[in-house]
């Protein structure tokens, strides 16, 4: 509630002790900095004040002598005396409690929140001795479910308002309300309209008594049991900030932590529950090999067999013949190892994090990056990303927060989000037109809006089924008609930014250095001779299996079956390839088709650092021991190097990360020491003192000159690097990208839908499936379509039907929805039972379906 | 030194030659145990037969040693284990720690624990000092229920649960002698024990 533009404090009395603080601060969070804590029950500081539970009334003397008032309401005003703890203020305080005691349950002993529950602490220190109630307290039926994952019991409601405070206002879903009135109001929600919120988690966690219990959590632990260690979501790439709770080796529960700079506290329902999946039978606990008598199954072995047959599968490849998919799940240190293990040990390029699902690395890392505060706090935020509620959803929270104020969205998308709603303007277009279409919106009045004012630009795939060449020729549009925007990556898996800053990209070196010859010789200095010929990217080193060119690929925790968007490249990929070796948590579909597995740590398993969508470096936490005799994934990659006769000189996780701060340009300084003092984790690259250039920068590569704003503090600081030491190699400068040129677009087929395929946040990927409260929740394996289109086709919602392209046909539900813009059909990509990347295929610009009944 | 020496050296002997015999033929014979006796514990029954215990670990949170092991879990809707939503569906207490303090009953907000008088084992094995719900909650008559392991004498399992019934549940002094506790399977809702206050003033003689 901080006045960002206020400069001189004002004074207040509290307690009889002067202090200053900023105008606009409410009194109870005035008191609260001068040590004074004021009970209360409805006030949240991140939603605005309501001031329905009067807990929190104290005296306050504006000039016409003291009076009870709701500090929760009143901002602070020059003069203002404030006493919370007179007389008349204890009695208040003690009378309301004892009111909202009467027909309280105390029902504690069973109660999820007893021991942490502000109702029990504010009772036992501002709430009378004993109650003069002796009636019968009012009875509800309870618990009662209001979705899968919360439970309601009313008897226990102090009807603080903050839950359906939270739902109308932050989460955008009123679905729960206050009904009835007098003694019999309560916390409901409509028949038959459950409370079905990616957000609902957070009502629990602001509910201030145990009203609201989360299935997941409820009964399983009691609060003194806990132990706990902060860290960071990496469900997602917005890492949001979290309180990872064990008891006995088992991870019960994750708290959402308030941090400013992302997730103001809330979490989303996949991230907080997520820890079910990581405590799930499923986890792989011990290695397992190809069996040489039946081919078709694996077998559990020890450590020593599988490495030693991954190595062999390694070492039969040469440098070209090998690929590297996956990283994006790892934290920061791991990533690092592969990335280094790729280089040196393998001696190839070929390595990507992502799976032909996201965006041209360098692409991503030369834009100038802008944060979430910059996007929610932005004057336009141009959307050019996929359905951010579904893949993003805390970043969806924060925007939709921003849209309630003074920023605009704008959207451009082939098929409305949920963010469309919230916009100022929603612009569609036809997959394929994308970039055509963004000329033609920032050519025009929108277009010098943003111009006008700061814009970030958001940026991701917004369908699957569509090439991401049209992403990156649109980027281009952007830039070129944005020249003073920042950009956010909507780059979905958790660590995927971090993943792609260690290197996990071909081409590009830990650092967002480019492997070009530019940077051989301080590669050389801390790596030693790599190879510098760009490697494949993963829909290249898919083809490159397919047609038999690639001996092995590594997949470290990539599940390409699923992910990659062209399933049949997939399968022909591992069909043409000599030995697959996959680590990871669990036995994927593609795992399944692995020569060797190694399991491998998940998350609160292993500590290290992630990056999140911003650049945004912060802690994890280790918590528990994995399953069976689990690995770190950098011990694995050090023990096959190992096996083949290098040593990668990676001893443990804080070495590893000083390692990565002297190689990596854009991680220099970062220290282990920054990233825990604070909460809010450490932007990179950090920005540099500045220091006058000398002429050598000129020498480097002419790329360089188009460096933007960000990369050129890293050049200053190359610039630093370079006149302290004479000797060693410079640093080397950020990867370049220039945008290709808009293609026509593709010609329009009047008999086929142009398919949109997005992901959706409960899909059939093992963060879902693998979450038994979360399984239940994924479906819509319908395909959409405009109601007048499946009438011209003759097709009644609600039926099965052939959905044909040139890959294949699969049988799909389809279901009429108005939303949907004509001429395009839209799909989950990854649902249980179906799957989208069935009938893509990469090499096309956009998905032609066909729709034929059955 | 004369032999007068040696006979004198023998007077205390002599003296208490004919006095009470003060030893006991331990364990063939066991003397009584004082009421409040502090031994292992039972987990008590409703009258219907219903268990007492709702799993809240407040025994668990509140034990010095931390030797109990407590999980609750919801309650089957058809066949509740306990009265209301959760019920205890772990209980484990390591006699091999347990320092028999009676905090835990002191916790107990449903008088599900108490203990016995019962303390001669010999475990031949450290998980047979791992007690658990079978090994605690007690039988259909509402006794502790034997195990291979425990000495057991003659009125060794009564009042399992008397100590606690001398104060009032909300330890107030007007509800001294007040029943506030359900009634117990196998012994229905006893009366309390006569109050603090009343044995108070002999005790202070003693
Ligand atoms: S359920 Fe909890 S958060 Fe919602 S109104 Fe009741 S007490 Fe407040
Ligand atoms: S939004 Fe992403 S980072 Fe935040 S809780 Fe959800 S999954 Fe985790
Ligand atoms: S008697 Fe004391 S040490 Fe033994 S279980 Fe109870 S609280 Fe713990
Ligand atoms: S014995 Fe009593 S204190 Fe312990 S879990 Fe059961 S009900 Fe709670
Ligand atoms: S906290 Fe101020 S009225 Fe509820």
Redesign the interface.
């Known amino acids: 509630m901080s006045n960002e533009t206020a400069s001189e404090g004002v004074m207040v009395t509290i307690n009889g002790m002067e202090i200053s603080v900023q105008p606009g601060d409410l009194v109870i969070d005035a008191a609260e900095r001068a040590g004074a804590h004021i009970p209360r029950f409805c006030y949240h500081p991140r939603m605005s004040s309501v001031g329905v539970c009067r807990q929190c009334l104290v005296d306050i003397d504006t000039g016409r002598g003291p009076g009870l008032q709701p500090s929760c309401m009143v901002p602070v005003s020059e003069g203002m005396v404030v006493d919370t703890e007179s007389e008349g203020v204890k009695r208040v305080q003690e009378g309301i409690l004892e009111l909202l005691l009467i027909n309280h349950p105390l029902?504690c002993?069973?109660c999820d929140k007893?021991?942490e529950c502000p109702l029990q602490d504010q009772t036992l220190t501002f709430g009378p001795v004993e109650s003069r109630f002796i009636e019968e307290k009012r009875h509800y039926e309870?618990?009662i479910a209001i979705s899968d994952l919360v439970y309601l019991d009313r008897e226990r409601c102090v009807l603080c308002d903050r839950c359906t405070r939270f739902a109308r206002e932050v989460a955008g879903d009123p679905l729960i309300h206050f009904m009835q009135r007098g003694n019999q109001t309560q916390v409901l929600t409509f028949p038959d309209d459950p409370f079905n919120s990616y957000f609902s988690g957070n009502t629990v966690q602001i509910c201030p008594v145990g009203a609201l219990t989360a299935k997941p959590y409820?009964?399983?632990?009691?609060p003194?049991?806990l132990s706990e260690v902060e860290s960071t979501c990496t469900t997602c790439s917005v890492g949001c900030r979290i309180n990872v709770q064990s008891s006995r080796g088992e991870l019960l529960r994750y708290q959402g932590v308030d941090i400013d700079s992302v997730n103001h506290g809330w979490l989303c329902d996949k991230g907080r529950f997520g820890f079910e999946a990581v405590n799930s039978d499923e986890r792989l606990g011990t290695p397992f090999v190809r069996s040489d008598s039946n081919p078709d199954e694996l077998v559990g072995t020890d450590w020593n067999t599988a490495l030693e047959a991954a190595a062999s599968a390694l070492k039969a490849a040469s440098g070209s013949s090998v690929g590297v998919i996956g990283g994006a799940r790892l934290s920061n240190e791991n990533a690092y190892a592969w990335s280094k293990f790729a280089r040196t040990v393998l001696s190839t390029d070929n390595v990507d994090a992502q799976l032909g699902d996201g965006l041209c690395a360098e692409m991503v890392m030369s834009l100038p990056r802008a944060t979430i505060d910059d996007a929610a706090t932005a004057d336009h935020v141009l959307l050019l990303a996929p359905d951010l509620k579904e893949e993003l959803p805390v970043l969806y929270l924060r925007l939709r927060g921003a849209s309630q104020g003074s920023t605009k969205l704008i959207e451009l998308a082939p098929a409305p989000t949920g963010l469309t709603r919230y916009t100022s303007a929603a612009h569609g277009y036809r997959p394929g037109e994308m970039g055509q279409a963004l000329d033609e919106l920032l050519g025009g009045a929108t277009g010098d809006a943003m111009r006008s004012g700061r814009t970030v630009v958001v940026i991701g795939r917004p369908s699957l089924a569509d090439s991401p060449g049209e992403v990156e020729a649109a980027v281009g549009v952007a830039q070129r008609l944005l020249p003073e925007a920042t950009f956010l990556p909507a780059l979905r898996r958790g660590n995927v930014l971090g993943a792609l800053d260690m290197g996990l990209a071909p081409g590009v070196l830990p650092g967002r250095i480019a492997n070009d010859g530019s940077s051989q010789a301080w590669i050389d200095t801390h790596w030693g001779s790599i190879p510098t010929e760009r490697g494949m990217d993963t829909i290249a080193m898919l083809e490159a299996a397919a047609s038999g060119r690639l001996h092995t690929l590594l997949l470290i925790g990539a599940d390409p079956l699923a992910d990659v968007p062209d399933r049949d490249l997939v399968e022909r990929a591992f069909a043409g390839v000599a030995k697959i070796v996959a680590v990871d948590t669990f036995a994927t579909a593609s795992v399944k088709r692995a020569d060797v597995v190694l399991p491998t740590t998940a998350f609160a398993e292993s500590g290290g650092t992630t990056t999140n969508l911003e650049g945004r470096i912060s802690t994890l936490g280790r918590m528990v021991t994995g399953p069976g005799t689990v690995r770190d994934d950098w011990t694995i990659a050090a023990e096959l190097a190992w096996r083949l006769d290098a040593d990668l000189g990676l001893e443990s996780l804080p070495g590893i990360w000083a390692e990565i701060e002297a190689v990596a340009p854009s991680h220099a300084r970062c220290s282990p020491s920054m990233l825990s003092a604070d909460s809010e984790g450490v932007l990179v690259p950090l920005p540099v003192v500045a220091v006058p250039e000398p002429d050598e920068i000129a020498d480097d590569d002419a790329d360089t000159s188009e460096a933007d704003t960000s990369e050129a503090e890293v050049d200053e600081e190359q610039a630093e690097g370079a006149a302290a030491v004479v000797e060693a190699p410079s640093v080397p400068a950020s990867v370049s990208w220039s945008a290709p040129a808009l293609v026509d677009p593709p010609a329009v087929d009047g008999y086929a839908l142009r398919l949109v395929a997005r992901r959706r946040l409960y899909d059939a990927a093992v963060h879902t499936s693998q979450a038994s409260s979360l399984a239940a929740l994924a479906d819509d394996s319908t395909l959409r379509v405009h109601p007048a289109e499946l009438g011209s086709l003759g097709v009644e919602s609600g039926s099965r039907i052939n959905v044909t392209t040139a890959r294949a046909t699969i049988v799909l539900q389809v279901t009429a929805d108005e939303s949907v813009p004509r001429g395009v059909a839209s799909m989950g990509f990854n649902q249980p039972g179906i799957s989208a990347a069935e009938l893509i295929d990469h090499r096309e610009p956009v998905t032609e379906i066909r729709i034929e009944t059955r | 030194m004369g032999m007068l020496d040696y006979v004198r050296g023998f007077k205390v002997t002599f003296e208490r030659l004919f006095d009470e015999r003060v030893t006991t033929e331990y364990p063939k014979e066991k003397r009584p145990k004082p009421e409040r006796f502090h031994g292992r514990h039972v987990l008590n029954r409703h009258e219907d037969g219903m268990e007492k215990c709702i799993g809240c670990e407040l025994c668990a949170g509140v034990c010095p040693a931390k030797c109990i092991y407590v999980r609750g879990s919801d309650n089957p809707v058809e066949d509740p284990v306990s009265p209301g939503e959760r019920f205890g569906f772990v209980y484990e207490i390591n006699y091999l720690r347990c320092i028999h303090c009676d905090m835990c009953v002191e916790a107990c907000p449903t008088q599900a624990i108490t203990e016995s008088k019962l303390f001669e084992f010999s475990f031949t094995n450290r998980s047979d000092a791992i007690y658990t719900k079978s090994e605690l909650v007690v039988d259909d008559e509402g006794k502790p229920r034997k195990q291979p392991w425990e000495l057991w004498h003659e009125g060794d399992d009564l009042n399992t649960s008397g100590w606690m019934r001398a104060t009032s549940s909300a330890g107030r002094v007007e509800y001294e002698g007040v029943v506030g506790w359900s009634g117990e399977l196998g012994h229905g809702v006893r009366s309390p024990e006569v109050g603090q206050s009343a044995t108070a003033s002999s005790e202070e003689g003693a």
Do not use: L
């Open positions: 029902d002993p069973v007893g021991g309870k618990p409820r009964f399983r632990a009691r003194w049991d």
